[in-house]
Structure formats: C-alpha cells, structure tokens
C-alpha cells in the first residue's frame, strides 16, 4: 500500500501535464459544433495543419536544441507525395491520354517516370509521405550529427538544403510541375470515406491528426529517448561522457520531426487541394520558427496555439492589403520582443502567470490557517 | 579564347557584388558572432536611400554615398543597442531577432515608400564602356570592382591599423580580460555593427542602377553573402575576398555550362559539404588563443 503513493503523485502530475493538450484537442474537436461554416472550416483546418508542423519543429529545436530552419522541407515531401497520389486518381479528362497527369503532357513527356509508378497506390504515398522526409532527414542528420556539426551551422545547413530540393523541384518542370505544382488533384478517399477539402470528414481527419501528433510528441519527451535528447540539448557533451551516443538521439528526434512534418504536409494538400514549391519555401519555413517562438518552443501545446493564432490572425487580416502589411509589421516587432524578453514564449508567460496565482493562493491559504498575513492577502 | 576572358570577367563583376555585400556581414559574424539576417535589408536601406537622395534632394549617386553610409550605420547602431545587446549570452537568438528586424525594416518601407519599383540613375560620368583585355565592359562595373577593393582595403587599414580595430581585436580573443584594460566592449561593438551597416548600405546604393529597387531585394543578397562569410573563414577579411571572387567566378562559370538554378544548388551543395568537413572556412587565420 505505501509503494502506491509516489505511484499516484507521479499519475497526477502526468495527468497535470496532459491537461492543457486533452483541453486544446476537445475544443479542436468541439469547434465544428459552434462554427457552421464550411469555409471558415476549412481556413480551421488549414491552420491546424500549420500547428502541426509547428509542433515538429518544436519537437526538434525546443526539445532537442536543433534549430532546423529547413522544417518545410519535410513538409513539402509529404504534401508532394499526397499530391502525386490524388493527381494519379484523376479522371483521365484531366490526365491526359493513358493516365499520365497533364503538366506532363504539356511537357511533352511520353511515358509516367518510374518514381512516379508506385505513388499509384495510395498506402504506398501515405507511406512514402511519413518515410521519405524521415529517411531524407536521417540522412542528412547523419551527415550534420556524426560530424558533431552544432548550433548556428545546423540552421545554415538545413535551410540551404531545403532551398537545393526547392530549386530541383521549380527546375524539373516536366516531372514535378515546375513553379505552379500539382493542381487539379482528386479527393482523398480512405475505406469509402471522401475527404472533400470542405468537408467535415477532413476537419476531423485533421483533428484526429493533431491529436495523434500532439501525443506521441509528447510521449516522446516523457520518454527516455526524450529525457536524453533535452539534456544533449542542455549539456552535449556531459551526456557524450556518461557514454551515450549523442548523434544517435539527434538523429532519431531530427527524424520523427520530419515524420510528423511530412503527415502534416500531406494534410495540407488534402485541405489545400494542390501542392506547391512554396510549400517547402524559405517563407514559410522561417514563418513556422516565429509562430513557434512566439507560442513557446519548449511547450507542445505553446507552439501548436502559437501557429493557429498566429496564421489564423494573419489569414483573418488579409482581406485588405494594408491590413496585412501593417499586420506583418506588428508581427515582426511582436516577434523580435519575444526572443528579446520571453525565450520560451506565450507558454512561459502562462507557466509565469499560472506558477504566481498557485504561489497567492497557498499564501493565502497559510495566512488564513495561521489567522495572520490577511494585510499580503489583501495586497 | 575571347569567350573566356569575357566569362572571368563576368565572374569578376559577380564577385566585386559579391564582396561589397559580404563585406559588413563579414565584420560583423567574424567579430561579433552575430548572424545578421537584417543585413539584406541593410543593403534595400542603402539603395533606397540612394534613390531618396536622388529623387528628392538631386544628388547624384556619387556625391550621395558618404550620407549613405552615414544614416544605414545610424540604423544599425540603433539596432544593436537596443535589440542585439540584449542578447549577449544567446548566439543563436540573435538570428531569429535580427531576422524579426529585417522584416520589420522591409515593412516599414513597404508601408511608407510602397512596393513599386524603384529605379537609380548610372552617374553619366560612368555610363559608358571600356576596354578590359580587348572585352568591352561597362565602365560602371570597373568601378563597382575598384571600389569593392578599396572598401577591404579600408577595412583592413580600420582592423589592423587604428586603435578601435585593435580594441575589437582584444576584446574578440578575450572579452573579460579587454574589459579589464579598461575596453569599453558595449561601445565597440556598437561602433563595429554600425560600420558593417554601413558598409551593407554603400554596397546596396552601389548596386541600385544595376538591379531594380524594391523593399525584399535584400533576401537574395545576405544569402549569398553568408555563402561568401561561411566559404571565406570566419575573422578572415583576406579570406572574405577570395571567397567572392571564387564564388563569382563559380557560379557565373555553372551558370555559363548549365543554367543559372543549376549553378545556384551546385554552389550551395558544396557550402553544405565544406560546413561539415571544415567549418572554420577555407582560409582561416589562426587566431592566438
């Protein structure tokens, strides 16, 4: 019986710490009920595959001190592996002859390359959507890691790699799609289901994705794998002299960001209904550091609120031009603010906050038991 | 034969833009271990300035580049006292803050000139064209390579021979002990951020009647000018020359056999590649530790 108690502390401060997910994901869930909008939904849906990423960049650089400023590499490759899919399953009307998708008959290509052929079955590129960014990013971990290649060089390596895949992909028009990307894509269709773009289906589908991520993100940090790669990130090389192989662990957290970036993407063109080149952009690549900054790198919950409010006010203000502009500006002095005084974000504010209303009320709590202290009650 | 020559001397011409734009960025990761992704927009402020200049008070590019540099320096002193000081401790946050200052800069042109198209007038006095080993260049372009020169040359003379080079020299090897000898380190570092502002501002009004002016003509810029830092060496300015006509050459050579997107991802790959073999650049210079 006494063997239970640090048993049940431990559960409660589990619980604790799940709490603000679960809340997050129920009003995630919840939100269809409230907002009867197919549109608005779908702007929703859009901005929650933003969270995504942003909570598999946070994964990597919060969790793992590896600022990868190529994060949308990993979610290009997944959004183009979907696209390549959906654009098979076309109707031939908008195919071409025998199948082949129409910028290729435009480019005057005669028969479907050969890394296009399995993308015919849609298991493989939902496959190849979580693998390829993750074995790519594996790769180019090894490559980064084994070399002990540190702090600002990762960032400089990471975004240059991203931007040679972008240059290849506007350059091979003719099997890619060029500057304009996949368009003209068909639904997703899963076990009879059709995920219209507009649809509650793939709201939920979306829903039931940032959920996913969110938990095994964060299983991951409660893990050992997770305790080792945040104290790699605090001390690199005390935990290389207890014996563990640092690259190693890089590694592995460098992949799983990349997974959950590439089912992020592939979410994307689902709700997005074609993939781009600027889907794997230096924009958005940098925008998914600030939205992560901004929510709190080292909180899973922080960075996922900081992308969907942040895009969601910057979607809502770009009906009008000027709105937008001026809005981009606020963003850029909000976020320079952020580095400046909140290192860990709106989620170390809220911990700041939440931390100084517990510590007011045991004082109070105490000032009452002892019949003394009402005057810093009061105060 | 003449298509060669004609080929090194574009490369030149690449590599003197290069030089100009990676020169300040140089200064200031080389001694400050700053990485300024504000610079590219350092180098919109310069030309835009140019074209006020122009525009509103009638001065030619020439006579207006001294006042240039003055007000892009005062822009980055500004900046560096009140946003990068703050972050003395966190290396890798002066990326993500100077990068919030870029886009900010960016905006509030955007917000206050507009985002047309702005164009500045060659000096007439270096409109015409000259021979170069029997190759017809433009006399501009010679001028842009012999100015390239002299702005190292200052720096070098700034670094080496004067007593505020040798204070930031001390205190890049050891700040405390500097700061002990009675180094003002804040005021320094304010002086060097500023000079490589400014620096980044002559090389934008330099380059505003080759290229167009427009508030995001920085981005392309203070990447390839990295390239250049990062392939030069850091705290090497030698290093930094050699680097851009390399560079220069490289990618005008690439672009010539194969087109320019080849040449650009060929030219990255291959910084990726130095990065992890050999992060300390292709010509470094010991520094006594």
Known sequence: ?379 | MDQFIEQIVTGLSIGSILLLVALGLSIIYGSMGIINLAHGEFVMLGAYAAWVFHTYLGLGLLASLIPIFLVVAAFGWVIERYVLSLLNNRPLDTILATWGVGIMLQQAVRLSVGSELRYVQLPPALSDSMDVFGIPVSSYRVFLFVVSIALFGATWLLMNRTPVGMKLRAIIQDRSVAASFGINAKRVYALTFAYGAGLAGLAGALVSPLKSVSPDMGTGYVVDAFMVVVLGGVQSLAGTVASAFILGELSGGIAFLQNDTVAKAIVLLAIVVLIRFRPEGLFTARVRA
């Open chain 1, 1 to 379: 019986m006494p063997s239970n108690a640090p048993n049940s502390s431990r559960l409660q401060r589990l619980i604790a710490q799940l709490a603000p997910l679960l809340i997050v994901c129920a009003i995630v869930f919840a939100l269809p009920v409230l907002l009867n909008n197919d549109f608005l939904l779908n702007k929703v849906a859009r901005y929650l595959v933003l969270g995504i990423l942003t909570v598999s960049l946070g994964l990597s650089w919060g969790f793992g001190g590896i600022l990868n400023l190529g994060q949308a590499m990993s979610f290009g490759l997944g959004s183009y592996a979907m696209a390549m899919a959906l654009k098979l399953k076309t109707v031939p009307v908008h195919t071409g002859a025998s199948g082949l998708p129409d910028f290729m008959v435009w480019n005057n290509v005669q028969h479907l390359p050969w890394f296009w052929q399995p993308f015919r079955s849609l298991t493989f590129a939902i496959a190849a959507g979580l693998i390829v960014p993750a074995l790519v990013a594996a790769a180019l971990g090894w490559f980064m890691f084994r070399g002990r290649v540190t702090g600002v060089y990762v960032s400089i390596i990471t975004l240059a790699t991203m931007v040679v895949i972008n240059l290849v992909i506007i350059d091979q028009q003719s099997y890619t799609g060029g500057f304009n990307g996949i368009t003209d894509l068909a639904q997703l269709e899963i076990f009879g289901v059709a995920f219209d773009a507009y649809g509650r289906a793939t709201y939920y589908l979306v829903a039931c994705c940032v959920l996913l991520s969110l938990l095994v993100a964060f299983a991951f940090t409660k893990s050992k794998a997770g305790l080792i790669v945040q104290a790699i990130r605090d001390h690199e090389s005390r935990v290389r002299y207890f014996g563990y192989d640092v690259a190693l662990y890089q590694i592995f957290v460098f992949a799983l960001s990349a997974a959950i970036a590439g089912l992020a993407g592939m979410l994307y063109t689902v709700v997005m209904e074609f993939a781009s080149p600027t889907f794997l952009g230096v924009q958005l690549s940098l925008s998914v550091v600030v939205w992560c900054a901004v929510g709190g790198r080292q909180s899973l919950v922080g960075a996922f609120l900081g992308a969907v409010l942040v895009a969601g006010m910057q979607g809502a203000l770009s009906e009008s031009a000027a709105f937008l502009e001026t809005w981009t500006l606020v963003m850029g002095a909000l976020f320079v603010l952020v580095v400046l005084f909140l290192p860990k974000g709106l989620a170390g504010l809220a911990q700041v906050v939440l931390r100084w209303i517990v510590q007011r009320r045991q004082a109070a709590g105490r000032g009452v038991a002892q019949g003394v202290g009402q005057t810093e009650g009061s105060t």
